[in-house]
């Protein structure tokens, strides 16, 4: 059975702290690995997607790293802003026979504080 | 572009009601995926519309059911309510079938909060 697990649950940081969120998977056969952003009460937001042949990738402040030998993936934010407080989430795609599924994690739940 | 829209964005409802949410994807895209979000589940699919037709559907009961109009506006309705449907209903839309691929990407709408009194 497809499986994503993400830790910590939740986390508290000092506004400017760096800190580093983890993702493991029991996803095959393996396609991509996605994080989202949400705000509370919004959609999930589009971090990062990463194939098998990367292992890591950026954007902005966000970077995403990917071991897929290890099916393992974090994601470290520098110097976090207020802003960054929100639930971030893992979503690893599969891809089948002539299609793909997508399996979600629960979520971590970061919150900046001043 | 505009992005994915929801209405309403705000629901309560009590037990035995029905309840319609409504999806209209970006521009151009032809598939629209529905997903219960709750706090100890996370999301959970539903299912998956493309060019009218249901492609996938996730492990819900038949209380819940869908459909895509020919504009590929899609509703999703819960019937005979429940408390445990209290839940954000978020849909995402992407060009083709299936979303998974990095050249298919899902957008997310900001969801419909249901409350079931």
């Known amino acids: 059975k497809n499986q994503v697990e993400q830790s910590p649950q939740s986390l508290i940081i000092l506004e400017g702290k760096n800190c580093t969120l983890q993702c493991n998977y029991t996803v095959s056969p393996f396609s991509n690995l996605r994080w989202y952003k949400q705000d509370t009460g919004r959609g999930p937001v589009s971090l990062t997607i990463m194939t098998f042949s990367e292992n890591t990738k950026s954007n902005g402040r966000y970077t995403a790293t990917l071991d897929a030998d290890t099916k393992q993936s974090s994601l470290h934010i520098t110097a976090s802003q207020l802003s960054d407080s929100a639930s971030y989430i893992c979503v690893v795609s599969a891809r089948g026979a002539g299609s793909y599924q997508l399996t979600f994690g629960k979520g971590t739940k970061l919150s900046v504080i001043p | 572009k505009a992005g994915v829209t929801q209405t309403p964005r705000y629901l309560i409802k009590t037990r035995g009601q029905q309840v319609t949410l409504s999806c209209s994807p970006i521009?151009?895209?032809?598939?629209v995926s529905w997903y219960q979000q709750t706090p100890g589940q996370g999301l959970q699919f539903l299912f998956e519309y493309f060019s009218e037709t249901q492609r996938n559907k996730g492990n819900f009961p038949g209380r819940f059911s869908g459909r895509q109009f020919s504009n590929s506006r899609s509703e999703m309705n819960v019937s005979t309510l429940e408390l445990g449907d209290s839940a954000l209903y978020l849909c995402?839309?992407?060009?083709?079938?299936?979303?998974?691929?990095?050249?298919?990407?899902?957008?997310f709408g900001p969801g419909t909060r249901l409350t079931v009194l």
């Open positions: 521009s151009g895209h032809r598939s």
């Open positions: 995402a839309s992407s060009l083709l079938a299936g979303g998974g691929d990095i050249y298919n990407e899902q957008f």
